[in-house]
């Protein structure tokens, strides 16, 4: 072979296996047999399923009977690890509970990496892995897939995205314009573990206690409390932005009013803490594993031991009602008596100096 | 939680607005200094428990809000400078300046990090040591002793890719203009009860003496603050204004002595322009000679930058009560939460931006 043969680099690929390599490198985004050890020994193994193995450009899937719901969301969070749980829980858990929130039941997932040139390869394998049991915990399969690789320093370790499809049973409508007048406003259980989770390992500070993330699929849940109330008005997982978000947009399109009773709101002492201390409402900061139903008075109780019941909604409580007054606008009784309006935010919440 | 829900038990607070509604023969006009206090009062709705005994007007006690844009503009300018990493606290990433915000200098690539203190700015200097690294040192005297706690460290450990920029206001100067004016409806003053904490009340004497108007040392919890009302609303019916402390759990009268002594040798007394008040005399901070190499505007040369503010913009006359948000004639036009033209609007909490938020639904009223 003589120095001046022209290589081709698209056709490149290193010769070395996997387990060769402690870390990512360009060719695992290649398409070469880097990618497809990749898959092989990586992602096959943790997503296990027949559809998957057999290793087609697309899934091919039975039609289900119903309507589908289809979602998508992608996955950037910082750290990857968190107490509580990791890029891969929330990659599967966020979308799962997307199509739980129409009222599906979630079937299939696809997963999208981006990842960075020398990303270790042991933290991909503890990902992937989490997604794995995460996806058989909530009975979903994840069916295909994608990876790309970025040159270092154009990604932050590890990006997913994450799309679903799910079944839409025929007798249910769930939908953000279905609040009623007098409906029963209900959460799952306590609200800002997540966002806190997250800010209490980033950078720069340090509780004393350790928050963890309450991320979790929500479609058992969702599935029991259909059962006994299969005419809910609406569900939203309040994520970005907190429940405060979930419900303005609620009351904006719904053109209803929502008045919630400050002290019926669930909230875990360390992040009440937490919140003092930065300046933060727990109204605003994110949740992974919690929904807030909008359901009839007559099913209201119902629906609330139905949620009781599962092991992501012990702490549910019922907070508010819809009312026909202040229309698109998200109140709260204050325990001191007082009455305040929690408008949205215009951007994400921000720790305050005073 | 211990040391908070004491101060907020729904029963003693009505009880506290029914001896103030009681004892009121008229409706007082009262200013709460402090954003923190503004923002505890409008969270727990206690100006609707005193409605036609106390018109509370909040003040300007937001150091996000009365930070002048042409600071912002210089924090903007060196943020942007290769090589340098910028500390902020979280909130000033979202004021504008002239053109722009921190998140958009963020964006363009610039290297800006919410910190929780100047302390960890401090940290990161010394894990960066090939980076210039700016804390923008903005506040009150509460947040004043912490600066100066970073600068002298640096100063000790003899940093020299650490900096500050420093704008730093005070309270005392600001109640004076506020009393000065010639429009002034203000009848009396909650002090801010973090700023007493570092710096004591026997500042205050001189101004009950001169202005004839109590001023009470007031805490931030729903009963901290009605408690406060309480006792102003007590004087101003016996027209015997004194300084009183009603905070009692966290204020002396001589204050925090160790913090004042540091803050006298990092910082001296200058000049300060208000964003939406304009400048009033000896109403800040800067850092002292002694300390002037560790003085951003300094470092990186942006002591020639200059910005106007707004010409629409009347947030000096709403935030002394005498012109409501939505007379002025840029609100809801020029000036909104998104693109906030003075002080009153850039803050949740800002006059301007309550009215914006809650105002332009009418229906509010319904709701209480």
Not at chain 1, 9 to 29: A, K, N, T
Not at chain 1, 342 to 353: K, V, W
Not at chain 2, 10 to 37: D, H, K, N, Y
Not at chain 2, 308 to 335: A, H, Y
Request: one cysteine or more; glycine letters at 10%.
């Amino acid at each position: 072979m003589s120095v001046t043969m022209k290589v081709d680099f698209s056709q490149w690929s290193c010769p070395l296996p996997l387990r060769d390599y402690p870390s990512i490198v360009m060719g695992h985004g290649g398409g070469g047999q880097l990618s497809a050890e990749l898959i092989e020994h990586l992602f096959v193994p943790a997503f296990r399923n027949t559809t998957l193995e057999s290793m087609a450009d697309s899934s091919v899937l039975p039609r289900p009977s119903g309507r589908l719901a289809f979602s998508t969301d992608s996955y950037v969070v910082q750290p990857l690890f968190f107490p509580g749980g990791s890029i891969g829980d929330l990659a599967v858990h966020g979308t799962v509970n997307d199509l739980s929130m129409s009222g599906a039941t979630p079937l299939y997932l696809s997963a999208g990496f981006i990842l960075e040139e020398g990303f270790p390869l042991s933290q991909l394998a503890a990902i992937v892995d989490r997604m794995g049991r995460a996806a058989r915990e909530a009975g979903v399969q994840i069916v295909t897939g994608d990876t790309k690789v970025v040159e270092k320093g154009h990604g932050d370790g590890c990006y997913i995205n994450t799309a679903g499809v799910g079944v839409i049973a025929d007798n249910i409508e769930i939908g953000p314009t279905r609040a009623a007048n007098g409906d029963v406003v209900i959460v799952s259980g306590t609200v800002g573990d997540h966002g806190m989770a997250i800010m209490s390992v980033r950078e720069g500070l340090e509780f004393e206690t350790i928050i963890e993330s309450d991320t979790a699929a929500l479609n058992g849940m969702v599935a029991s409390l259909l059962r006994f109330a299969p005419h809910v008005h609406v569900l939203r997982d309040p994520t970005r932005g907190g429940l405060a978000t979930s419900l303005n947009e609620i009351a904006g399109q719904s053109n209803v009013g929502i008045l919630i009773e400050e002290r019926s709101l669930p909230v875990l002492q360390d992040v009440q803490s937490a919140c003092e201390l930065l300046g933060m409402d727990p109204m605003y900061v994110a949740n992974e594993g919690k929904l807030v139903a909008i359901v009839d008075p007559s099913v209201a109780e119902a629906v609330l031991a139905a949620m009781r019941e599962h092991p992501h909604g012990r702490n549910a409580a019922i907070i508010g009602r819809v009312t026909e007054q202040h229309k698109g606008i998200l109140a709260a009784k204050t325990p001191i008596g007082g009455t305040r309006i929690i408008p949205l935010q215009i951007g994400e919440q921000l720790p305050r100096i005073c | 939680m211990k040391y908070l829900d004491e101060f907020r038990d729904g029963e003693l607070a009505r009880s506290l607005a029914r001896q103030i509604q009681q004892t009121a023969t008229r409706s007082w006009a009262i200013m709460e200094v402090c954003g923190g206090q503004t923002h505890s009062i409008v969270r727990n709705g206690l100006d609707q428990l005193l409605e036609g005994a106390v018109e509370m007007i909040h003040g300007p006690g937001c150091p996000v809000c009365v930070t002048p844009l042409e600071l912002i503009d210089k924090a903007l300018a060196i943020a942007s400078e290769p090589g340098v990493i910028f500390c902020s606290f979280g909130d000033m990433l979202r004021v504008p300046g002239s053109h722009f915000d921190l998140f958009r200098v963020k964006a363009d690539g610039a290297d800006v990090r919410v910190v929780y203190s100047p302390l960890d700015a401090l940290t990161i200097a010394r894990q960066n040591p090939d980076r210039e690294v700016v804390f923008f040192g903005i506040g009150f005297e509460t947040t004043a002793p912490a600066n100066a706690m970073a600068v002298h460290q640096a100063k000790q450990q003899g940093l020299k890719n650490f900096s500050m920029l420093v704008s730093h206001v005070l309270v005392p100067p600001a109640i004076e203009a506020i009393m000065n004016s010639p429009s002034c409806r203000v009848q009396a003053f909650l002090a801010a009860g973090h700023v007493c904490s570092v710096m004591g009340y026997w500042q205050y004497y001189p101004l009950v003496e001169r202005y004839r108007v109590p001023i009470v040392i007031t805490g931030f919890e729903p009963l901290d603050l009605l408690e406060g009302i309480r006792r102003t609303v007590i004087q101003l019916e016996a027209g015997t204004p004194q300084v009183e402390n009603a905070y009692e759990r966290a204020v002396c009268f001589e204050g925090n002595q160790p913090a004042q002594a540091l803050l006298a040798q990092v910082f001296e007394v200058t000049d300060r322009s208000w964003r939406g008040i304009g400048m009033i005399p000896r109403s800040g901070w800067k850092l002292s000679d002694a300390y002037r190499d560790f003085d951003a505007e300094y470092r990186f040369s942006v002591g020639n930058i200059r910005a106007e503010e707004s010409p629409i913009c009347r947030s000096g006359e709403v935030l002394q009560g005498n012109l409501k948000p939505n007379e002025c004639p840029g609100f809801g036009k020029e000036c909104t939460p998104r693109h906030p033209l003075g002080a009153t609007m850039v803050s949740s909490e800002g006059a301007c931006a309550a009215y914006y938020n809650y105002g332009r639904f009418v229906a509010v009223d319904s709701i209480r």
